[in-house]
């Protein structure tokens, strides 16, 4: 089955059934193609693919605090009108980070630094979406132990990531969802 169909197969489904959000979640989740070939238009234009990962979704929006964005991702309807599950982003190789960082460039004029799902719990940096820390970027200094920068950014000019406060600080962000 092609995955224009099985996209055309989930709308109807959706359309037709009107399932609950957590019923679409599942669907989703299970319905990964034989080909690896994962359709992120299917929640709309502003949704891109994650190369090393073909079922990794992710779009750059602008301009929120740490805190609005983890929200916003959090609620984020696709074109169809379902709220889907998203987080802010995970990172999980060089080239994770620099095609995030490519496609942040293209997206925005306005971007040169997007957070990402990476906070500090304790003494230790963990994913908000629960994934291993397996691929570090941090530049030169950092993190720093400033108390006070407990979420990180993905700065867009060397692909290196800093730690900044949480609030009071507006930049764009990554969010992600996994089919």
């Known amino acids: 089955m092609s995955s224009k169909n099985l996209v055309f197969l989930l709308a109807l489904f959706i359309l037709l059934l009107e399932p609950s959000f957590e019923q679409i979640k599942e669907a989703i989740?299970?319905?990964k193609l034989d080909d690896g070939d994962c359709?992120?238009?299917?929640?709309?234009?502003?949704?891109l693919t994650l190369s090393t990962k073909p079922c990794k979704c992710y779009y750059v929006g602008t301009q929120l605090?740490?805190?609005?964005?983890?929200?916003n991702c959090e609620s984020e309807d696709y074109d169809g009108g379902f709220e889907l599950y998203a987080t802010l982003i995970s990172i999980d190789s060089a080239f994770d980070n620099q095609k995030i960082r490519m496609s942040s460039n293209t997206t925005s004029a306005s971007c040169t630094q997007v957070f990402i799902g990476l906070t500090k719990k304790g003494n230790d940096w963990t994913w908000v979406n629960g994934e291993n820390l397996t691929y570090t970027n941090w530049r030169?200094?950092?993190?720093?132990?400033?108390?006070?920068?407990?979420?990180a950014l993905l700065n867009l000019s060397d692909g290196?990531?800093?730690?900044?406060?949480?609030?009071?600080?507006s930049t764009c962000y990554a969010c992600e969802t996994i089919l």
């Open 29 to 31: 989740q299970s319905n």
């Open 39 to 47: 359709s992120c238009y299917f929640f709309g234009p502003q949704w």
């Open 65 to 71: 605090d740490w805190f609005e964005a983890y929200k």
């Open 140 to 151: 030169s200094g950092y993190p720093d132990n400033n108390i006070l920068n407990g979420c």
């Open 160 to 169: 290196k990531w800093t730690n900044v406060p949480c609030i009071g600080l």
